[in-house]
């Protein structure tokens, strides 16, 4: 095997979302402050910054105002203010609008954005380019590397030209090793290197267990007369039940562009529950379908969230580099916002490594950025929301009236905390013991097949690769996912990746499309036996979002 070139950085970020990008512009704004040279180089497996990027997105411009004060000036792509907020409870025929009064602050988007934070985050690489940070799209972190010491010392990118079988093809390249001072995580939600990191450093000892929901989003281009710039429409009930977490989005972006999605809680217990499907359900309810009729479906595309909030919140740093965004868990779930906490905390990073290089030091752990981060107005914002998740395991009803206590009557300065103590993975039930649920067929105006679906997102992967889904037992889906959950990868996943098939013999057997995979992570979270592990695939694959 072909031996591995390494380059020198100072600080190495993996993944440029907005968490990443904003630690990389922050790290050059203080370098150029100072008079100083540090050189920050940014890895991105998409082929393009952006191009994995998927969000609502309503956005709090706070941490951009930090970070770029003048951002209009500078063309940010923040067009469309919000100007009206909706929350509606769904029963299966009819909606019951909350009273703007009674709206808890969490709930209300004054002086807040619709964007398509794929745009935004095309921007801020321009921004960081501008500033001198070196970019990489196309080339995946797939290995972190450590120091004699066991310190984090950089990462390695992914092997090219690999073929199915693990043998090298013609166009075989090695990986590249880059090495840092200090090493900024920022894959976002469920990252493969991030999931080792914490395992390894114990990040997550003494915290609730993470808790993930996945959000499904498609953009629609709709008739001139349904089309309200400004409006944001937030929904919780029908189609979910009462003990299942989640809700809808729906945000009018100009241009006659509706962007509308599904999050559902992945801590959900019936293994017959198919997030998609419950997302087509719910484009036909009376309130929603008008906006969508005579228009037409332009994009699709699926995440995973990390929504555990404050008390699931791993530790942030480890010796050699830290976690940022959605890496970390920063999002604020009962805002239904991200994107802010994540720029926050990129920039919160950038100033202890800063300072941390300024003194000359390397590969310890920079222990300045969680102190800074727990005196910011981010923790505070999260700390007012930290037990917002964990009602909800209490039923619809309670978490409604105790968020109401919380956020509306105490303004979230409430003397009790709620722990959780299951891990999503753990919550499923078994089939037998659940009802089944049987899902009208797509019309193919307003719902939609799977691959239909996968089909908008233009994802593609080269097929002669190593399946980047990893069993860590074949025998399992079989032998004790289907025989007990009914098979629950064929439902939960969003892309139509997992589907059970019989063999010549009649067998059951799992197969693995995996030139499907939209990279949301919901199989490596929700797999009941944590079989399987997404690991990234060649660089430059996966979905293309156009600005979602």
């Known amino acids: 095997m072909a031996e591995r070139e390494s380059m020198e950085y100072d600080v190495v970020v993996v993944g440029a979302g907005p968490a990443g990008l904003s630690a990389a512009i922050r790290l050059k704004q203080l370098a150029n402050d100072k008079g100083q040279d540090i050189n920050v180089c940014v890895l991105e497996k998409a082929s393009e910054v952006g191009a994995h990027i998927l969000s609502g997105a309503v956005m709090d411009p706070k941490a951009l105002t930090e970070l770029i004060p003048d951002w209009k000036e500078k063309g940010a792509p923040l067009n469309t203010e919000v100007k009206e907020d909706k929350f509606l409870f769904l029963t299966q025929k009819g909606a019951r609008a909350t009273p703007n009064w009674l709206l808890p602050e969490c709930f209300q988007n004054h002086g807040n954005y619709v964007v398509r934070l794929g745009e935004v985050t095309q921007w801020l690489g321009e921004q960081a380019e501008a500033l001198g940070v070196e ?59 991030g999931r080792q990191l914490i395992e390894r450093f114990k990040l997550d000892q003494g915290k609730d267990p993470q808790s993930y929901a996945i959000g499904i989003k498609e953009m629609w281009e709709v008739d001139p007369s349904q089309s309200k710039p400004g409006l944001v429409v937030h929904t919780a009930g029908w189609p979910l039940d009462a003990d299942t ?216 992967h080269e097929e002669n690769q190593p399946i980047h889904l990893t069993l860590k037992d074949a025998s399992v889906p079989v032998a004790v996912n289907l025989a007990k959950y009914g098979g629950p990868e064929a439902r939960y996943c969003p892309a139509g990746v997992y589907e059970f098939v019989k063999t010549e013999n009649g067998e059951d057997q799992l197969q693995i499309n995996a030139q499907n995979c939209v990279h949301c992570k919901t199989c490596d979270i929700k797999d009941p036996t944590q079989n399987i592990v997404w690991v990234t695939p060649q660089g430059g694959e996966g979905p293309v979002y156009n600005g979602m």
């Open 245 to 460: 977490y989640g809700g809808s989005f729906l945000y009018h972006l100009d241009n006659n562009l509706v962007v509308v999605g599904l999050v559902v809680g992945l801590d959900y217990a019936n293994p017959w529950l198919s997030p998609y499907e419950e997302f087509q359900r719910y484009k036909t309810h009376p309130a929603i379908r008008s906006t969508f009729e005579g228009g037409k479906r332009i994009a699709y595309g699926a995440r995973s969230l990390t929504a555990g909030g404050l008390l699931s919140l791993p530790k942030l740093c480890f010796p050699g580099g830290v976690l940022v965004g959605c890496e970390a868990g920063t999002l604020n779930a009962s805002r239904i916002k991200g994107s802010h906490a994540a720029i926050k905390t990129g920039a919160l990073a950038a100033e202890a490594a800063f300072d941390a290089l300024a003194a000359e030091r390397s590969r310890d752990e920079l222990t300045a950025y969680p102190q800074a981060f727990e005196k910011s107005w981010l923790y505070e914002e999260l700390n007012k929301s930290r037990n917002f998740k964990q009602w909800f395991k209490k039923g619809r009803t309670v978490a409604t009236v105790m968020t109401g206590v919380e956020q509306w009557l105490l303004k979230g300065k409430m003397p009790w905390t709620i722990h959780r103590t299951k891990p999503d993975h753990a919550c499923l039930q078994p089939a037998a013991e659940c009802a089944r649920i049987d899902y009208p067929k797509p019309d193919g105006k307003l719902t939609f097949d799977k691959l239909s679906s996968v089909f908008l997102s233009n994802t593609n």
């Open 135 to 193: 970019i990489f799209p196309g080339f995946s972190a797939a290995e972190v590397l450590y120091d004699e010491n066991g310190a984090v010392k950089g990462v390695a990118t992914g092997d090219m030209g690999v073929a199915r079988d693990g043998s090298e093809t013609p166009n075989y390249q090695p990986g590249m090793e880059l090495h840092a001072r200090y090493t900024i995580f920022a894959e976002g939600s469920r990252g493969q290197l």
